[in-house]
């Protein structure tokens, strides 16, 4: 009897490690066939998954250990996504909703140990940036506080399983990608989840700026806009056509731990930006922001991640004119963990495209 039950549970042992596995091959989270019977209050394993071949990736650019991705190493991750593009660059057109699994620009950039150029000028990450290619020669551009900085991790994928969601009463078939494709979750408008990327580049930030950390006052008496190198605007003022938000926060750095939990009050840094660049898509893709405080200080951000969120995590532009230390004009960034790319005494903000 002993034996018998010993070699029931090798099986059932065996049954479970092979179950296991097709759930990891097939590219489903939960389970091997789609839950179309509704049998839990899962809505997004109901209907059949799509295998999307992925291609080799390489990391390249300010690393010390460049090289092909090893996707086997990685965890699968999944994002729910509604995808509209641009249309004529006004307005915007519906594709459709899916759940895509894949693996994160966390997980793949986790291990790879940077080596800024600037970083003896500049040690902190916040300036760096990547490109992402694909074999088309398309190109669209993600900061690393999109990637490292975020409340949500994980949000950034390069999708290799695909499955619709579809409308329960219209039973809308939306159109399947044919390759591994990058997918932006936190995009409104998904200009950048470009198909088939193979390539992935590192990069911070070339602009000069004198680093002054001993600054005392930190105190800006102006912020000026640039359009690449032509300085297009610049105000000491909150413009007074703009509507007034406050966002409420738990303020904490990377290194110095809570700062605050006082709310930040001011104006969203797109709807003053709408005024001067356009929405279209070459700025969506590879459009960054740069936000410069007068000690040296900055950060990046993309374009995209300011003018085109999805989950209404937004960047303010906050007056404190009456403030010593980082007076007049600061950057919040609401949808960041930690408060590292909140930029004091602001003096300049450069909109480039790469």
Known sequence: MFLIMVMLIAFSQNINGQMNDMKQQSGLNSQVVPDRADRNNNFYDNEDTYRLPLNQVFISGEVENPGPVDFSKLTKRTVIVKEALLKNDTGNKFVGAYRYDGYSLFDILCDRVLKKKNAAEF??????????????????????????????????????????????????????????????????????????????????????????????????????????????????????????????????????????????????????????????????QTGLVICAGIDGYRSAFSFSEIMNRSDQAEILLVPCPDEKDGGRFRIFPSCDFFSDRAVKALSEIRVINQ
């Open 123 to 284: 040690r902190p990450v916040i300036d760096l940036f990547v490109e992402i290619e694909n074999a088309l020669g398309e190109k669209v551009v993600l900061t690393w506080g999109e990637i490292f900085y975020p409340n949500n991790l994980h949000n950034v994928i390069i999708a290799t399983d695909v499955m619709r969601i579809v409308p329960s009463k219209t039973k809308d078939l939306w159109p399947l990608p044919a390759d591994s494709k990058l997918v932006v979750s936190q995009d409104l408008i998904s200009e950048r989840n470009i198909s088939g990327p193979v390539k992935i580049t590192v990069i911070s930030y070339p602009g000069n700026y004198v680093v002054n950390r001993e600054m005392n006052p930190l105190v800006s008496a102006k912020v000026e806009l640039f359009s690449g190198k032509e300085k297009i605007d610049s105000f000491s003022e909150t413009p007074p056509r703009l509507q007034r938000e406050t966002l409420h926060t738990i303020f904490y750095g990377k290194g110095r731990g809570i700062h605050s939990t006082e709310p930040f009050s001011g104006v969203y840094l797109k709807d003053y930006l709408a005024e001067k660049f356009q929405i279209n898509r070459k700025n969506l």
